[in-house]
């Protein structure tokens, strides 16, 4: 396998790392979930998942990959011979085509959305009202949401052809910085509306009545999707380092720059929304709903609502990548397939199990199981399971996994290969027995034990 493609570069590892970690989970999903859970008081606990659990799993993940440059089921193979591991990157690749068949519709949307902005449509939407009229009008029309699908679709397909370094990689550093300026002007321009102290406020100031058992559930949960964890995303890119690279600092760098976007998003939407003076419990539709009208209204509207849907649609599609890359890898390393067989394949594959939930708004809305006393459509379903069950279950085997067959002594030891030029504190946080004992900690015995209770709780069990 001397033939196996590697980054060409430590920043193109970082910014494709970062590319998958920063996405609709940032941008679209963490202003509306902090929206409905009490703002700031949801980013405190988030945060703390992050640091004890996400931070963990994350050098665990992109470890198990540079270690054995493999694929998640490859890794788990190479490490423990053909036993029942294996499933655990099975599972990473179940993953991948739940995660990619609601991933794509909402970057399908944010495409759409983009030309929208380009058109001026947003310039007549008076009120959110109109605006998710607007929205559901569209969505009523399968070939609208399928053609849209379509189009985000064959954009991941081309960059995943071309490559590690010359898809993957260029793509990465070409939009990451790209994405960062976007952002940083209309955070900018956020900030200087009149009331966005209000926004800030929001975000910033917590408010602990609102938390509760749930809060727990939705912030570990969306601290497994956001860092892209649980499915063998950050182990397929891990797996195109070699020995030399460094692990824990890449991890570092990687989870601060996902959580400071989020956070950056959070202010960019919130102070745009409250001094409009609109509710941030809008739900999934803040961005779709509630920002193109309130956005086109500002002055210089135009071109900052094109310019948050560009944004959106960068982030969706830089995570989108290394979502289908988990089971490209996964064909050409398990199958021997090329990587252009192996993409058209899995590509195919994917493009088609996302049919239900394109149709999930048209003709197949009326299709729905409970969950949870909720109707769910196949969109909300896969929705569901990808970040409520199978990222977290796969965090939770990746942690046994890494605290009791593989050993926290054997992890620490690859961790800390290859950082010798390293200029960050991360290894030297490492190196100390002490800081040992406490990843040990988190890895055996924090993690576990929270993925577990929430488990229990979301079933009803306790
Ligand atoms: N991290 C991505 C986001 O925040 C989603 C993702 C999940 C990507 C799992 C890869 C694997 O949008």
């Given at each position: 396998m001397s033939n196996r493609e590697q980054w060409s570069s430590k920043t193109g590892f970082i910014l494709a790392a970062a590319g998958s970690a920063v996405g609709l989970g940032n941008i679209w999903k963490f202003p509306y979930i902090a929206g409905e859970n009490g703002g700031a008081a949801f980013l405190f606990i988030y945060l703390i998942c992050i640091l004890m659990i996400g931070l963990p799993i994350l050098n665990v993940e992109i470890l198990l990959g540079r270690t054995t440059q493999k694929n998640p089921v490859g890794a788990f193979k190479a490490l423990h011979g053909d036993s029942h591991w294996k499933y655990v990157g099975g599972l990473g690749v179940l993953a991948s085509f739940t995660i990619l068949s609601f991933y794509s519709i909402v970057g399908g949307w944010s495409v759409a959305y983009t030309f929208e902005a380009l058109r001026g449509t947003f310039h007549s939407f008076e009120t959110p009202q109109v605006a998710a009229e607007f929205f559901n009008l569209k969505n009523s029309n399968p070939a609208w949401v399928v053609g849209y699908h379509t189009i985000f679709f064959a954009m991941i397909v081309v960059i995943i052809l071309s490559g590690i370094k010359a898809g993957i990689e260029k793509a990465s550093k070409f939009l990451m910085p790209v994405l960062f300026i976007i952002l940083m002007v209309l955070v900018f321009q956020g900030l200087m509306l009149p009331d966005s102290d209000k926004g800030m406020s929001f975000l910033f100031n917590p408010d602990w009545s609102k938390i509760n058992a749930k809060t727990f559930l939705l912030a570990l949960g969306h601290a497994f999707f956001t860092l892209s964890l649980g499915m063998g995303a950050m182990m397929t890119y891990g797996s195109y380092l070699s020995d030399k690279d460094d692990v824990v600092n890449a991890s570092y760098l990687v989870a601060f720059l996902d959580t400071l976007i989020a956070i950056l998003a959070g202010v960019a939407i919130f102070t745009v929304v409250f001094s409009s003076g609109y509710d941030p419990t809008a739900g999934p539709g803040l961005v779709f709903?509630?920002?193109?009208?309130?956005?086109?209204?500002?002055?210089?509207?135009?071109?900052?609502?094109?310019?948050?849907?560009?944004?959106?649609?960068?982030?969706?599609?830089?995570?989108?990548?290394?979502?289908?890359?988990?089971?490209?890898?996964?064909?050409?390393?398990?199958?021997?397939?090329?990587?252009?067989?192996?993409?058209?394949?899995?590509?195919?594959?994917?493009?088609?199990?996302?049919?239900?939930?394109?149709?999930?708004?048209?003709?197949?809305?009326?299709?729905?199981?409970?969950?949870?006393?909720?109707?769910?459509?196949?969109?909300?379903?896969?929705?569901?399971?990808?970040?409520?069950?199978?990222?977290?279950?796969?965090?939770?085997?990746?942690?046994?996994?890494?605290?009791?067959?593989?050993?926290?002594?054997?992890?620490?030891?690859?961790?800390?290969?290859?950082?010798?030029?390293?200029?960050?504190?991360?290894?030297?946080?490492?190196?100390?027995?002490?800081?040992?004992?406490?990843?040990?900690?988190?890895?055996?015995?924090?993690?576990?034990?929270?993925?577990?209770?929430?488990?229990?709780?979301?079933?009803?069990?306790?």
């Open positions: 709903h509630v920002l193109p009208p309130l956005l086109a209204q500002l002055p210089g509207g135009y071109i900052f609502a094109l310019l948050f849907f560009l944004l959106l649609t960068i982030a969706a599609v830089t995570s989108a990548i290394s979502i289908l890359e988990v089971s490209v890898a996964y064909l050409v390393d398990e199958m021997r397939y090329s990587r252009k067989k192996a993409t058209l394949i899995m590509g195919a594959l994917v493009y088609f199990a996302a049919i239900p939930c394109a149709l999930s708004f048209n003709v197949l809305q009326d299709v729905t199981i409970l969950v949870q006393g909720k109707a769910f459509t196949f969109f909300d379903t896969a929705d569901y399971l990808a970040s409520n069950i199978l990222l977290p279950l796969g965090g939770f085997f990746i942690a046994i996994f890494a605290g009791y067959v593989w050993g926290v002594d054997e992890v620490v030891k690859n961790l800390l290969k290859g950082n010798s030029e390293s200029v960050y504190f991360g290894n030297t946080i490492l190196e100390s027995s002490s800081s040992k004992k406490v990843f040990g900690l988190l890895i055996r015995y924090l993690s576990p034990i929270l993925i577990f209770l929430v488990f229990l709780y979301q079933f009803g069990w306790i």
